[in-house]
């Protein structure tokens, strides 16, 4: 796809907005008031089961109405039990479409223990809307994984995908009927963010007997902000926001004035020096004594 296409394709506001419905999902994740914008309103509360020998449920994300848009939402690690399914790197045959490739095991369990669920509940609503469907890094493999299956599964034929700080998801095979298939599919990331290197393109044997191998999903929007702290400030959704919404200030302003409580405090997008503190030196110098 050319420049021209892509640029055409990827709606700076969409990704504002997707960007702090993503950051809603990690509230109500944590048990906070769920803030959706005028006009939207909850139709579904994800659940799905995260860990791998002892899997636990878990509030993922949810799906959310306006009188003209459908979005689902993905949110990423954060607890042990995602941390176990996001090393869960071997992979399976991708189970909701024929002949398309092996997608990472510990993604595909989580999507899999809700994708009946989800899916059903996507069938009640007008397939007339558009739907947008997003994920932030563990959410943007889920975001992929569903929007394939939504895609040739539902009525829902032309999904919109935004995924932030998304990991890599699958085989080439699996990456190549994507792209195929779901054309309005964006993904973004920070250069500076190391999940999307993750995991490598290339497990070589032994480390399996076939080896393994990974390729991201199209199409790329790249950021570029460096905050010094790899697994945080470089990643964290709240800083994909404020950087995003540098590129249409106005359209952030007014989504975050009219909607109080809805765009997330960006306080901590700010570099992070890397000293050691005082009191580490404290402890040190006591313990030489």
């Known amino acids: 796809m050319n420049s021209s296409n892509l640029y055409y394709m990827f709606n700076r506001e969409d990704s504002i907005l997707l960007s702090a419905m993503i950051y809603q999902s990690y509230q109500l994740f944590e048990k906070e008031p769920l803030v959706l914008p005028k006009g939207y309103s909850l139709r579904y509360t994800i ?12 509030v993922f994300g949810f799906i959310a109405e306006s009188q003209d ?22 992979q399976v045959p991708y189970p909701f479409v024929r002949h398309a490739g092996k997608t990472h095991r510990g993604f595909t369990c989580i999507y899999q223990s809700t994708r009946n669920e989800l899916i059903g509940e996507l069938t009640k609503l007008s ?43 699958a085989d080439p095979l699996f990456a190549s009927q994507f792209n195929h298939t779901v054309k309005n599919s964006i993904r973004i990331y920070n250069v500076h963010d190391i999940i999307p290197t993750l995991p490598d393109q290339t497990y070589p044997p ?11 999903v199209d199409k790329k929007v790249t950021l570029s902000f460096q905050l010094n702290s790899l697994p945080v400030r470089n990643h964290e959704i709240v800083c994909y926001f404020k950087n995003l919404s540098r590129q249409n200030p106005a ?8 909607n109080p409580g809805f765009c997330p405090d960006t306080e901590l997008c700010v570099p992070f020096m890397g000293i050691c503190s005082d009191k580490a030196s404290a402890n040190h110098s006591s313990s030489q004594e």
């Open 127 to 169: 397939a007339t809307k558009r739907l947008l469907v997003a994920g932030h890094s563990l959410g943007g493999a889920l975001a992929v994984l569903a929007a394939f299956d939504i895609a040739v599964n539902t009525r829902f034929k032309h999904p919109f995908v935004y995924t932030y700080g998304s990991p890599r998801v």
């Open 69 to 90: 848009h459908i979005i689902v939402t993905f949110r990423g690690t954060r607890t042990f039990k995602d941390n176990e399914s996001d090393q869960d790197l071997y």
């Open 251 to 258: 359209f952030s302003k007014s989504l975050c004035d009219e």
């Open 206 to 216: 032994p480390f399996t007997k076939q080896g393994l191998f990974y390729q991201h």
């Open 47 to 58: 659940r799905a089961l995260a860990g791998v020998e002892e899997p636990e449920s878990e």
